[in-house]
């Protein structure tokens, strides 16, 4: 589905700082489809790619050596300073602060008091991602949090989103969907208890697929790392899996949309 604009407060773009960004190019691209040209030097090479001529995502060379390659959420907001002061004001921390990108934007990223990390992105020429929910695009974002409570009430009042609970968050099953008004945008889960203690709360990112089974399959013949499923649940068929250079990601075949 093609999308041209945002709300303030819904994600709107995902990109990868990586280790070897020609090995993630080949990756992708083989994986989705994508096409990822050449980035501007003057921008630090970042590849803005295509899925069918449109912008699903952007992957970059790592800035910071030593630091794992990683997805990154960014959510879409109308003036990225005053979302600084609110993260602040509400216990997260400013990681970079806000930064304008010539004419495509301006970037700012933050930690959550429960030590995720979310970005956001203020547009100017660059509005987002250009295609969702359809094979080789995202299709949901996802909030693994060591304080389902702390992370809702962060969320609330720096984005204004509410949340609906799905079972309680800190048991199996358990889930909470973010809603910004009427859309569900994003959901949060509890750490699962049998994640090491040294990883942080995090955000992750959905691929929509055409089939699980298929994509798992392709992921582990192009060097990449299957950490859970395919497994069946009620928003999909879906797995957790790393790509060759190590990035975690997550693909979904989603149940029929009503």
Not at 100 to 123: H, L, N, R
Not at 128 to 150: F, H, K, P
Not at 188 to 194: C, E, F, I, R, V
Not at 227 to 252: C, E
Request: proline share 8%; hydrophobic share 40%.
């Amino acid at each position: 589905m093609e999308q041209t604009s945002y709300q303030h407060g819904e994600p709107s773009w995902q990109d990868q700082s990586s280790n070897d960004d020609a090995k993630a190019v080949e990756f992708y691209s083989a994986l989705f489809g994508w096409d990822c040209p050449e980035g501007d030097q003057t921008m630090g090479g970042y590849r803005n790619c295509l899925l069918n001529g449109k912008m699903v995502g952007g992957i970059s060379p790592q800035m910071a050596p030593g630091v794992p390659p990683v997805w990154s959420t960014y959510i879409n907001v109308d003036d990225a300073g005053a979302v600084a002061d609110l993260v602040t004001a509400n216990g997260g921390q400013v990681m970079v602060a806000p930064m304008k990108i010539s004419e495509y934007g301006t970037m700012a990223v933050f930690v959550d008091p429960t030590g995720a990390v979310i970005g956001v992105w203020q547009p100017g020429n660059h509005k987002g991602a250009q295609i969702r929910n359809e094979s080789g695009a995202v299709c949901w974002y996802e909030l693994m949090t060591t304080d389902t409570d702390a992370a809702a009430a962060f969320y609330t009042a720096v984005f204004g989103w509410t949340s609906q609970s799905h079972g309680p968050a800190d048991t199996p099953g358990g889930y909470i969907g973010f809603k910004l008004g009427d859309k569900m945008i994003a959901g949060m889960m509890a750490m699962p208890p049998n994640v090491p203690a040294e990883v942080p709360s995090n955000w992750s990112v959905y691929f929509e697929v055409d089939d699980a089974d298929a994509a798992v399959a392709k992921i582990t013949e192009l060097g990449g790392r299957v950490l859970m499923g395919p497994t069946d649940m009620p928003p999909g068929r879906l797995a957790a899996v790393m790509d060759s250079n190590g990035a975690w990601f997550n693909i979904i075949k989603p149940a029929p949309r009503g």
